[in-house]
């Protein structure tokens, strides 16, 4: 059975920086695809950042390019992402995902590419 557990989320300044880290346990969690997604309150859920199992591959959402930036240990079995600039609009439950994927290069920003699941963690961006 494949866990993810989110963590690093806090409240910050406009501005400040934050990293996530996920935790996944996994058998071969370097055949696993993986990625950030995100919720703000009143909204649906929205890609965040994407990464290839071989972490060649990297996809971002407009909204977080030049600012984010996902990355994964695959002998530590955890994901990253890093956050700087943040902005109020920032403000969300952050959510990891992963997925077996057969090929090393393939990334994807659809989380109906992704069968595994985080219980999430708090991001607060205050002004």
């Known amino acids: 059975q494949v866990q993810l557990v989110e963590s690093g989320g806090e409240l910050v300044q406009t501005g400040g920086s934050l990293r996530l880290s996920c935790s996944v346990s996994?058998?071969?969690?370097?055949?696993?695809?993986t990625a950030w997604f995100r919720q703000a309150p009143g909204k649906e859920r929205e890609s965040v950042a994407a990464?290839?199992?071989?972490?060649?591959?990297?996809l971002y959402a407009d909204s977080v390019k030049g600012r984010f930036t996902i990355s994964r240990d695959n002998a530590k079995n955890t994901i990253f992402l890093q956050m700087n600039s943040l902005k109020p609009e920032d403000t969300a439950v952050y959510y990891c995902?992963?997925?077996?994927?057969?090929?090393?290069?393939?990334?994807?920003?659809?989380?109906?590419?992704?069968?595994?699941w985080g219980q999430g963690t708090q991001v607060t961006v205050s002004s």
């Open positions: 995902a992963a997925d077996y994927s057969i090929s090393g290069a393939y990334v994807s920003l659809d989380e109906s590419m992704y069968l595994h």
């Open positions: 996994a058998r071969s969690f370097g055949n696993y695809r």
């Open positions: 990464i290839s199992r071989n972490g060649e591959k990297i």
